[in-house]
């Protein structure tokens, strides 16, 4: 049974807005208690939504408060820029569908002091936590920079 958009995003909402170690870790622990079909579950949406957010348009964004030495926009790498796709995730739900509607509500998540990677752990800790054992997942959706081609069109032979 795949868990809803609404129980994801109400567990996504005990993070308080931020991915940090504590919240996470916390999230962990609850998620932990529950049946691993609720695990599974959490990871799925987790994976989609950090997917539906790999588009160029969020991704071409430069880091918020970094410039180069002369002074031109630091890009994002692709590790900070799934890092700030999960802070966008831990921001919840209001957040997460307004930067498909303005681009620019991204950019604040781009900042090098907004690191969301916390996030990606927390099915894991909770499969390790509920079964004692590692968990080697793998779900329907990449959330690798890039995997979604259709938000990376130049991308596409």
Avoid at 11 to 25: R, V, Y
Avoid at 94 to 117: H, I, K, L, N
Wanted: hydrophobic fraction near 40%; aromatic fraction near 14%.
């Amino acid at each position: 049974m795949m868990m809803t958009w609404d129980e994801f995003w109400a567990l996504i909402g005990t993070l308080k807005g931020e991915a940090d170690d504590f919240g996470c870790n916390q999230l962990a622990v609850e998620l932990g208690a529950r049946p691993v079909a609720e695990i599974r579950g959490f990871a799925e949406r987790l994976s989609e939504a950090l997917y539906r957010l790999d588009q160029e348009k969020f991704g071409a964004l430069p880091v918020a408060d970094l410039t180069s030495r002369d002074g031109k926009p630091f890009p994002q790498s692709g590790d900070s820029f799934l890092y700030a796709r999960c802070a966008v995730v831990a921001a919840g739900q209001s957040v997460w569908e307004s930067v498909f509607v303005d681009v620019a509500r991204f950019a604040p998540y781009t900042a090098s002091t907004c690191d969301g990677e916390s996030l990606l752990y927390v099915p894991d800790q909770a499969y390790k936590l509920a079964t004692g054992e590692e968990w080697d997942r793998s779900t329907r959706y990449c959330f690798e920079t890039f995997s979604n081609r259709e938000g990376w069109p130049h991308l596409q032979a």
